[in-house]
């Protein structure tokens, strides 16, 4: 009897000191160590949509020579990424089809030093590839009957395409006429130079104007290439510069110089595009 009191009195003492012994936790993981972007740097970049081919393989080369970093690019019209700039989007570089857009970045304060020309691009007019409306010439695009597809006003290629007109305006051969029967034929105005090419692409006009550099691969099978006139054609030059207000002016400078060198400038050339004009 003794002998099972004992074990019941050592029972209970047992359950006692296990409830006051002090509890054990399993730390939580700090921030730090499952924040897979701990130590990284985000480098934002605004550029015209005609740049996106060309920036997204220089990104990735960037990346890969500077550890750490990663790239984030904000495509669009040049006249609508100036806007964001202006009502202060944060951003660390801008890369403008047109030195009009830059200007409005620049007026807006939101633009550190001079822009530099990095390149320049040229009109060509594009037609899908059964070209429905039989356009061989320049002067077929003010035909009736012809669907035009362009971009809004205010867009780089738009301007580009209206400084084009004002040339065959002066042209015996062209004339007002053939301006206003052009523009007559348009039938779609689009946001960016990379919505008219795919519109296009896609058969959902008898032609366009565009840059050289927007017959990609993955549209070049789907649409023909009509060459503009040297004397009609318009070059077109792209500046870049760094935002104000960017944390990390180092690295900018470094993809900038990057953009500007002869490895960057290879990379333009096998997306389409023509050399910075010679200093």
Not at 144 to 164: C, E, I, N
Not at 181 to 197: G, I, L, P, T
Not at 220 to 228: A, G, L, R
Not at 242 to 256: P, T
Request: hydrophobic share 45%.
């Amino acid at each position: 009897m003794k002998t099972i009191m004992k074990l019941f009195l050592l029972s209970i003492l047992t359950l006692i000191l296990a409830g006051c012994a002090a509890p054990t936790f399993t730390s939580a993981p700090t921030q730090e160590s499952t924040d897979e972007s701990a130590g990284t740097t985000e480098l934002t970049i605004f550029a015209a949509s005609s740049l996106a081919d060309a920036f997204n393989e220089m990104g990735t080369q960037f990346e890969a020579e500077h550890p750490g970093v990663t790239m984030t690019f904000n495509y669009g019209s040049s006249s609508q990424l100036a806007t964001q700039l202006t009502e202060g989007a944060p951003a660390d570089i801008f890369a403008s089809a047109n030195s009009k857009q830059m200007q409005i970045a620049q007026d807006a304060g939101r633009i550190e030093g001079d822009p530099q020309i990095f390149l320049t691009n040229k009109l060509v007019v594009i037609v899908p590839s059964d070209n429905p409306a039989g356009i061989q010439t320049l002067a077929d695009l003010a035909k009736p009957g012809v669907k035009l597809v362009v971009a809004a006003a205010g867009v780089p290629v738009r301007d580009y395409t209206d400084q084009m007109l004002e040339k065959l305006v002066s042209d015996s051969s062209y004339g007002q006429a053939y301006s206003d029967a052009f523009y007559k034929n348009v039938v779609s105005e689009e946001d960016n130079v990379r919505q008219v090419a795919a519109k296009i692409a896609l058969g959902e006009g008898d032609a366009a104007l565009v840059y050289t550099s927007d017959v990609t691969p993955d549209i070049e099978s789907q649409v023909m290439q009509i060459e503009v006139p040297d004397e009609f054609n318009v070059v077109a030059s792209y500046p870049i510069a760094q935002i104000k207000d960017s944390e990390h002016a180092d690295l900018v400078a470094a993809f900038i110089e990057y953009v500007l060198s002869a490895d960057g400038q290879v990379i333009l050339a096998k997306w389409g595009f023509g050399p910075a004009p010679a200093k």
